[in-house]
């Protein structure tokens, strides 16, 4: 017999997602994602100064805000014909780089770890680490008083929770730990971002905040922290977790889906772009004794809405295809279309970089019986973020250099007034994967905007051939002993760590002329 | 026995008045006392007190509507109090998405538990929908509907953020997202506009608000007079510059680093909010010393009236 269990609202995720599964002797049998909120930001977009377009898209996510800004810089650079002078790369990298390292440390504490462990098992915790023992005075203290919000209600810990007292303690002492230390990187990401959430000073052409040393002497010290949080906490936690307790989930594989990744690439590293931090590619078929990394054609990219609250149209390349709302279509359940990379469901994010790029230390736990999964993308978020890190200082230190230059600039002020005309493309690996903005441009204004984001990919719908999108069917399989409990099935969704306000977007139906993009 | 109010009450008693019997009462007491190792009569009276209203921390239910989670994150930055430190000692949070521990019928049940108790600190983030509920479900329910439940029975409502006040990005999409003015108009709402929230307007706004249980003085457009009172043109530092008639056309001239933005499209002249004097990210860094001056997000015609924001 089997039970359809909806799980709504997913939280501890960005944006409004709901779940459905099909539960049969214990296992997930089918799935159904769906996206319940919209806005329209690129209807908005429409007829308006492009300048503001970097602005407003960065309003898709306050969690990993201005990846939409860098983005919609990108596509406006090449719009406007603008070339970013190397000092505000250097820049724009800075920024974003602090604001990977708390992104990726907030998705493994605030938001997954509560998934992993009992944290009632505090309460047994008998060791003589003072800070330790203030963390489980602080939780007892709130049990005693009757009230444990936000930690309860929760899923009952199943037999994969972590339950050693001294490892949830100290976890949940590295949550607190780990708030503050993501405020200190946001704050870092303010030095040259301006401001956070939502940076102010990425505009076309480069970055607005002039540097001196003292910002980069901050930003070092800061980073120094931070840096050292997750050299000695992060990535052992990771590791420890992920090697120790979860790896019976790691060798099940549990929510591994169609085993297809996809990679943009971005953030250089030298002023040529032939360096990167996250290399380009397309893995269409994995196969964990040695794989092949195809290059990445964007021209394959087609996105269906079959399946999602939009007029029906046959799939087409998304700066082709019509986008009219249709909130009455019958078989559709969720505002988020389905991208298909060569007719293809793929996925993308960390694993996905981390398999394109053929990590070796992936590659090693791959070797001794990991398969990709649930606890692989905590593991690829963990080494991006020591590559992010890496990275960081590797810019703070030509930033440095470039600065000492007579001819030292950050921005191109030749092109900051918009074109009669143009259209430009922007391609940009967000912490939730791969994302691209698309502009046209007429009379000077917006005429057409487009934004095709990470969570669009995984948190898809099915597509006209009735092909699952990656959640769905990373979800097929899992055990769910007790309907009542279905834990494994938040773990699976939250380790892609959803993002779902800028998965959702829609154009008004008065202004749906011929969309055509090239890209390249 | 423990003093409320007048009576003399047992804790047993306190419980039954709270609508949990007594053999319900004394299960849960069994199961904290055994989850934490401790004697059943240690437990007693500290689990009576935490069921009667009044003696527990006061309960606040985040809603989340056409949101982007920017002004959770912002709030999360609190270093001074640490934002842990509110959030486990300060007040009990009962509902918020991005946050809690539980998911889908569970989120359901302690929100509405909470809802049911009343007299919940309202804080809200995003916009509401006023093209038509279904731009914005939650749990099967139009984000709306839940809005006014939740008001209804509320004892003070913040609006955070440009799209919960007055609508902000949201208002000019097909969507026609709508702030509490509109979604809630006739009810008293203190309203923390910028687009995300200023984190010290948000702590000190709940911090009054639990010290004193008052609403702080408002001004026309219900924020907070102690935070939105001033022009930042007329704190900015470049405000110098400005009388010289320094305009900023370079960002590439260390020269005009400091210079007036005005031609950069600065908002300033017509913004209200104290950021000039607060910045923001604990003092590092905003919006005009950065270079790209103000876009006017705590004013309630942001974002459309502010567009085009560089010209
Ligand atoms: S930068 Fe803006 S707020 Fe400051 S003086 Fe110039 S116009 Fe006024
Ligand atoms: S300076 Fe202006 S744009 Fe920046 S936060 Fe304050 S009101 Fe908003």
Redesign the pocket.
Known sequence: MSQRITIDPVTRIEGHLKIEIEVENGKVKDAWSSGTMARGFEALLQGRDPRDAPFVTSRFCGVCYSVHQYCSCRALDEAFGATVPWGGTLLRNLAMGAMYIYDHILHFYQLSALDYIDIMAIAKYDGKDPALQAVKEKVVALVQAGDTSPFTPRYQPDDWCVRDPETVTTAVKHYIDALQINAKARNMGAIFGG?TPHY?SLVVGGCTQYPDINMVAKYRTMLDEIAAFVRDVYIPDVLHFGTGPLWPLAEMGLGGGHHRYLSYGSFEKDPAGTNLVFKPGVVRKLNLGGYEVESLDAGKITESVEHAWYRAAAPQHPYDGEQVFDLDRSGAYSFIKAPRYDGQAYEVGPLARTIVAQHPKLLELVQQGARPGVVARHAARALETQAMVDACYHWLDLLTREMTRSDFRIHDTAHWDPPESGQGAGFFEAPRGALGHWIRIENGEIANYQAVVPSTWNASPRDEKGVRGQYEEALIGAPIPDPENPINAVRIIRSFDPCLACAIHLIDPQTNQLRRFVVE | MIETGKRRESAEQIAERNGIPRRDFLKICGAVAATFGLAQSTVVEQVARALSPGGAKPPVIWLEGQDCAGCTVSFAGSLNPPATQILLDRISLRYHETVMAAAGHQAEKAYHDTVKQGGYVLVVEGSVPGADDRFCMVGGRPFREILEEAAASAAAIIAVGACATYGGIPAATPSLGLGLDRALAGKTVINLP??PV?VEHLVGTVLYFLTTAQVPALDDYGRPVAYYRTL?HDNCNRRGAYENGQFLTDWNDPAQKEWCLLEKGC??PF?Y?D??IRK?NDGIN???DCGAG?????EPDFYDGMSPLFE
């Open positions: 401001r102010q | 910028t687009c200023h930042i908002k300033g913004t909010s950021c000039p923001w905003y919006c005009i103000c876009m006017g997000c705590s």
